[in-house]
């Protein structure tokens, strides 16, 4: 936020202000999720996972706003790449921790390694389409209830037209592959942490 102010500052431009906007949809889900409590009414508790999973793309969405990046008078090229990644590590952070939150509920409620194996995976590919939804069809996530038919028109187009569905996919599983392999290094590194400190203790 500090690199955001800055620019301004600098610029006297509101170019990347868009950022703020974009981190706070991606503290939308983290916020829901740590709501949720199991003692919670069933509707309340279907009601907050599924808005969870339905604004979740937001977190890792911010990666794309590398797409604005380019060559500009007013600001180095450099201060932009740092402001841009400091917003999607922000976005990738409150990424995970829903993630991680979803998982143990599922582990609470289905008591199956296997099935919260196949959530995780569900979690992943639905968030790295909704990317592909935001960026490249731009859609987003209240257009589930205002906009529902034409959402749903585009995404079947874009799954089932021969002219669009080969970038769907592809767009799709790169990001399905990318979220699975930071949230996996990222569970792999708490471990590590914690059997080093009950090493150290």
């Known amino acids: 936020m500090l690199l ?47 808005t969870t999973i339905l604004f979740l793309p937001n977190a890792p969405y911010i990666i794309t706003d590398l797409f604005h990046l380019r060559e500009r008078i007013a ?31 599922s582990n609470l409620l289905f008591r199956s390694r296997l099935i919260t194996s196949g959530i995780k995976l569900f979690i992943m590919g639905s968030s790295s389409y909704g990317i592909y939804l935001g960026r490249y069809l731009r859609f987003n996530s ?23 569905y080969k970038e769907t996919f592809a767009v799709t599983i790169t990001f399905t592959i990318f979220l699975y392999l930071v949230f996996e290094i990222v569970a792999s590194l708490k471990g590590a942490t914690n059997t080093q400190q009950n090493g150290l203790s």
Not at 90 to 95: A, P, S, Y
């Open 4 to 50: 955001l102010v800055a620019r301004i500052i600098r610029t006297e431009q509101l170019s990347y202000i868009f950022l703020t906007w974009n981190l706070f949809l991606a503290f939308i889900p983290y916020l829901l999720i740590k709501n949720f409590k199991m003692e919670q009414n069933k509707l309340v508790q279907v009601l907050i996972i599924g």
């Open 75 to 105: 600001a180095p090229i450099w201060l932009d790449l740092i402001l841009i990644l400091s917003f999607a590590f922000l976005g990738m952070v409150f990424f995970v921790l829903s993630v991680n939150q979803l998982l143990s509920i």
């Open 142 to 164: 209240w257009d589930v209830v205002f906009n529902p038919f034409h959402l749903a028109k585009q995404m079947l187009t874009s799954v089932f037209n021969e002219n669009c």
